[in-house]
């Protein structure tokens, strides 16, 4: 197995090419910081370092509990989403076990299915998009978890109410269905699937959700699942005690009440990908249209290559041949002072 391969942080690409300035696009986080009711809560905070976050999740529970219109018992929460694929895999996979997943798509469901001796079954893509009518027909009796990236990372695409509801029905209720939307605030399909209501039908989908991407909150690492609440049970077994720190409990609750952060959020990455999008039709080149904070171009030549380019020039990115897709680029949408910037320097590289 390898150790996941994240995006280069800033202060190791400014050491190691001696840069001044660095933007990262690489990894989805958000370009506007968190909310400013987030910051609030958190300066408060630097004075009770010395005792332990609350096990329960008490507060934070309250407020998905009441934005999301379920029950307490049926959240869990950890460190970041990332974390809680693995409690996932750890509470419900035997050896041999089976999971399905996209041939392109987030890479820990892989890792976190490996890591207990379970079997990755893994579908090819149709059309750079998650194959779903695939994927359930490739359920058999050892398959305990179906894994749905909805938007899919790193394609960006998303399926759609219509599409998911013709192939429900086809999975049994042992399988449990995983609804990963840790781009969903980003989404402006009309056509997305609505998995809260979903759940009320289908038990068995578990939804993550995550504070790292809209929110801005990717370095406080907090996430959250809401599920049945006997499956529930059996994850909060599994989650250590004190996984959620402090700062990201009190944050998360902060951030989920500011909900015009999330507007703003919401708008400047509308802008961004529409100025991307525009500039990729006038360079001739091929993208994925996406509906989420990030966008995947086919630069038809080596990725790793321009990649480099990029990085002495001071943008991070991240080359497609490390996602499943050579000879593209995953941009993240930020600032529109950094999308220009990511833009003149990918015309220079290419040139
Ligand atoms: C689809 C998807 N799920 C989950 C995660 C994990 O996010 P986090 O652990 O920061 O909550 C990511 C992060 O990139 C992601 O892209």
Redesign the pocket.
């Known amino acids: 197995m390898d150790i996941y391969k994240a995006g280069k942080p800033i202060s190791e690409v400014k050491r190691e090419l001696q840069l001044k300035k660095v933007i990262k696009l690489a990894?989805?986080e958000n370009p506007l910081g968190c909310s400013p009711k987030v910051k609030e809560v958190l300066s408060d905070l630097v004075e009770h370092t010395n005792l332990y976050p609350d096990a329960s999740n008490h507060e934070l529970k309250g407020e998905i509990s009441k934005k999301f219109n379920v029950d307490m018992d049926e959240i869990f929460c950890g460190?970041?989403?990332?974390?809680l694929?693995k409690v996932i895999c750890n509470t419900l996979l035997n050896p041999g076990d089976e999971c399905i997943m996209g041939e392109v798509?987030?890479s820990?469901y892989m890792h976190s299915t490996q890591l207990m001796g379970g079997k990755s079954v893994i579908i090819p893509m149709k059309d750079n998009a998650l194959d779903i009518e695939k994927m359930v027909d490739s359920i058999t009796d050892k398959t305990k978890i179906i894994w749905f990236?909805n938007p899919?990372?790193p394609t960006g695409t998303i399926f759609t109410k219509d599409q998911f509801e013709k192939v429900i029905d086809k999975i049994p209720s042992n399988v449990v269905i995983i609804m990963?939307e840790?781009?969903i605030e980003y989404v402006t399909s009309k056509d997305f699937p609505d998995s809260l209501e979903l759940r009320k039908k289908y038990p068995n989908i578990v939804i993550?959700r995550?504070?790292?991407?809209a929110y801005g909150l990717?370095g406080l690492?907090?996430?959250f699942g809401i599920g049945d609440k006997e499956l529930v049970k059996y994850f909060n077994t599994v989650i250590g005690p004190f996984d959620v720190n402090l700062f990201a409990q009190r944050a998360a609750t902060a951030a989920l009440k500011d909900t015009k952060f999330i507007d703003e959020v919401r708008k400047v990455n509308i802008e961004g990908k529409k100025y991307i999008c525009k500039e990729f039709e006038a360079m001739g080149l091929k993208y994925v249209p996406t509906e989420t904070n990030f966008i995947m171009v086919n630069i038809e030549r080596e990725d790793k290559e321009v990649f480099d380019s990029l990085l002495r020039k001071g943008v991070i990115i991240r080359p497609g041949s490390l996602l499943g897709m050579p000879k593209w680029l995953r941009v993240t949408i930020g600032s529109m002072e950094q999308n220009k910037v990511f833009i003149e320097e990918l015309k220079n590289c290419l040139k």
């Open positions: 990894s989805n460190t970041g989403s990332d974390s694929i798509t987030f820990r990236c899919n990372n990963d840790a781009y993550l995550t504070f790292s991407k990717a690492r907090c996430g």
